[in-house]
């Protein structure tokens, strides 16, 4: 296979679970009202996954066979399946490796990446790569998560912000020219401290004490989360764009991760764009962290033209960010 093939989405599909979580409900479970939830997140209510054993791949399995179904693949075509999760089914094995055997990709090869709300992006290019090389023809990039598992419902600052949600695209070898153009992506281990999650892991594993402090949940620091958010999702949004030659004209839509609105604000002030440009649900899902991006992609999929120019940006814990060009390679 040529080297100058470009690795192109050809399909999304999505899944959210059907309980809602409305501002109003959580202003009966802690200190917060809606006024002060939407001012500064934007947020009005989430989507949760409730019931037992139910997990990560739970969401995620239902939106790739919708993607088979919708790109008329059979499960055996496809090569790889990468899935971008910080709240994977297991430490191990992979939630790749089940959504493989429960949709029946028996003869594709998988794994998972974390790389908090950047999962996705790093997913893609990796992808990307096993398409551009040759090596394969289908493969399925799954972003997942569900946050309600690891967000304490006693902490206003961050159970107001998460919700629970998955989505996957094909990605195929695209001969036009069409599909992943550029990326950018960066990661800088010392914010580690303003966004983490304390313990389950080989640092802490899981005890009564550990248990007891509610350290298995995610820790944040708003304020400086919101800062380097800010700065590193819009100012490599931009970078792409010069890089690229694109101007506010040429960009079809940016994709944004869907943590904060005012960080999605900030980063489509930095790139010029006009408000109809920019992919924005978080006021109905909340930060899905890895399903944020496809979740967008799917909802858009039928305003999407052939050619498009998108840019996908995303920030995450860590810290990781990010950016992808891709022009859009098919019409609904």
């Not at 917060?32 to 934007?42: F, M, N, Q």
């Not at 066979?65 to 992979?94: R, S």
């Not at 490796?97 to 794994?111: K, Q, T, Y």
């Not at 912000?161 to 195929?172: C, H, Q, R, S, T």
């Amino acid at each position: 296979m040529s080297q100058h093939y470009k690795a192109a989405i050809t399909g999304v599909a999505g899944y959210v679970p059907d309980y809602v979580l409305t501002n109003k409900e959580l202003e009966t479970i802690v200190d917060t009202t809606d006024e002060w939830i939407i001012t500064r997140t934007g947020i009005k209510e989430r989507h949760l996954l409730k019931g037992e054993e139910k997990g990560t791949s739970t969401m995620a399995i239902p939106a790739v066979k919708d993607l088979l179904k919708k790109t008329n693949t059979a499960p055996e075509e496809v090569d790889l399946i990468i899935c971008a999760t910080v709240t994977p089914d297991h430490q191990f094995p992979a939630t790749a490796n089940i959504i493989s055997d429960e949709v029946g990709l028996v003869n594709a090869f998988g794994f998972d990446i974390a790389a908090a709300c950047s999962g996705f992006i790093y997913s893609l290019v990796t992808a990307s790569k096993y398409i551009e090389s040759g090596l394969y023809k289908k493969v399925i990039v799954v972003g997942a998560d569900k946050m309600s598992s690891i967000i304490d419902y006693t902490d206003r600052k961050t159970c107001v912000i998460f919700g629970d949600g998955a989505g996957a695209v094909m990605l195929e070898p695209n001969e036009e020219g069409f599909g992943i153009q550029d990326s950018i992506l960066k990661s800088d281990g010392s914010g580690k401290k303003h966004l983490h999650q304390k313990a389950g892991g080989s640092v802490k594993p899981a005890s009564h004490e550990t248990v007891d402090a509610r350290e298995h949940y995610v820790y944040q620091e708003g304020a400086q989360v919101f800062k380097a958010a800010v700065t590193s999702m819009a100012s490599v949004s931009r970078e792409i764009m010069t890089r690229n030659q694109l101007t506010a004209d040429d960009v079809a839509y940016l994709a944004p991760h869907q943590a904060n609105l005012r960080i999605i604000e900030a980063t489509r002030r930095k790139m010029g764009l006009p408000e109809e440009k920019v992919m924005i649900n978080i006021d109905r899902y909340g930060n899905t962290t890895n399903g944020t991006i496809p979740l967008c992609l799917w909802e858009w999929e039928d305003k999407l033209k052939k050619g498009d120019n998108i840019v996908i940006s995303a920030f995450g814990g860590g810290f990781t960010w990010g950016a992808i060009y891709l022009k859009w390679a098919y019409n609904k």
